[in-house]
């Protein structure tokens, strides 16, 4: 399994994981609820975290890697 942490202007938002299948895996960090990391992935206030599993556009991961 691979693991990133992904920022949003520079503050970690959430741990973003590639698991077993090809699938990814964002999870937003307990008490982050600043801006979402994308629309695909809205923050929701009354959860401290959200888990998000779905197959990723591998274009969403290209640009994650490049900012």
Do not use: C, W
């Amino acid at each position: 399994m691979r693991t990133a942490y992904i920022s949003v202007n520079g503050i970690k938002t959430g741990i973003l994981e590639k698991l077993q299948g090809g699938t990814y895996q964002f999870t937003y960090l307990d008490g982050y609820h600043n801006v979402p990391v994308s629309l695909t992935t809205p923050l929701f206030e009354h959860f401290s975290h959200n888990n998000y599993t779905d197959y990723y556009h591998p274009k969403f991961i290209k640009e994650l890697k490049r900012s």
